[in-house]
């Protein structure tokens, strides 16, 4: 059959689509990961910090920093042809939280990026997606000449459930960031077949 569908090869796909947000404390590098990975040109919301803003602004470690994400970062990825991952990155100062509730509305699942310099940064961001139960795994930025420490610390110091997913990554490298999107995506799975099992027994 010359028109046949077979020699049309396979009908197109259609993707799924999710929502993933990208949280944490101010300046850790959530603006930056977004950027990596996305495939359209991130939408951002930047705003020059301000000499007003220097006293609320921790710039430890991050002192060639002179931009802050004021609403959201926007990108999007395809992980595979049927499934493409919406990112949002959420506002790190505490003064924009008021954001957050919009933004992780629809969400299937979270990445809080902590630095080790400043870990306090991420609490706030951990303990909202906890108090929501929404699925979300911890990726420690290792920003170069930041002291190391291994994971089994970093997760003690989070105070983190052992069921919360933790990795190292870069938030500047591309393939870095696609395997902490990617476990974000087998975390939120998992969680939601453990959670359909457990209404179901
Ligand atoms: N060396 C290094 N620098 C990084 C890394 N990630 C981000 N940066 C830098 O750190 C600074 C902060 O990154 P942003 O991506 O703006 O951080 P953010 O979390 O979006 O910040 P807010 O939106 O202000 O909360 C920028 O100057 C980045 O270039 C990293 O993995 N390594
Ligand atoms: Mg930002």
């Keep these: ?34 950027g990596a990975v996305s495939e359209i040109r991130p939408l951002r919301t ?12 921790d710039l430890r470690g991050v002192e060639g920093k002179h931009t802050t994400t004021v609403a959201m970062d926007f990108g999007r990825i395809t992980l595979r042809e049927d499934l493409v991952l919406y990112l949002f990155g959420t506002p790190g100062q505490e003064r924009f939280w008021f954001m957050w509730d919009e933004l992780a509305e629809g969400a299937l699942g979270a990445v809080v990026l902590a630095d080790t310099r400043r870990l306090e940064g991420c609490f706030a961001a951990i303990d909202y997606f ?7 795994l911890v990726g420690v930025n290792c920003f170069d000449g930041a002291p190391r420490y291994p994971a089994g610390e970093v997760r003690q110091a989070l105070d983190l ?9 870069d938030a500047r490298d591309r393939e870095s960031v696609k395997e902490v999107l990617v476990g974000v995506v087998q975390h939120a799975m998992a969680t939601a077949e453990a959670r359909r099992r457990a209404v179901t027994t």
């Design 1 to 34: 059959m010359i028109f046949g569908r077979s020699q049309r090869g396979k009908p197109p796909v259609e993707p799924v689509t999710l929502k993933i947000l990208v949280a944490g404390g101010f300046g850790v590098g959530k603006t930056t990961l977004v």
């Design 46 to 57: 930047e705003e020059l910090l301000t000499e007003a803003g220097r006293p609320l602004d």
């Design 130 to 136: 906890e108090r929501r139960s929404l699925p979300f």
């Design 161 to 169: 459930d052992p069921g919360v997913p933790l990795l190292m990554c």
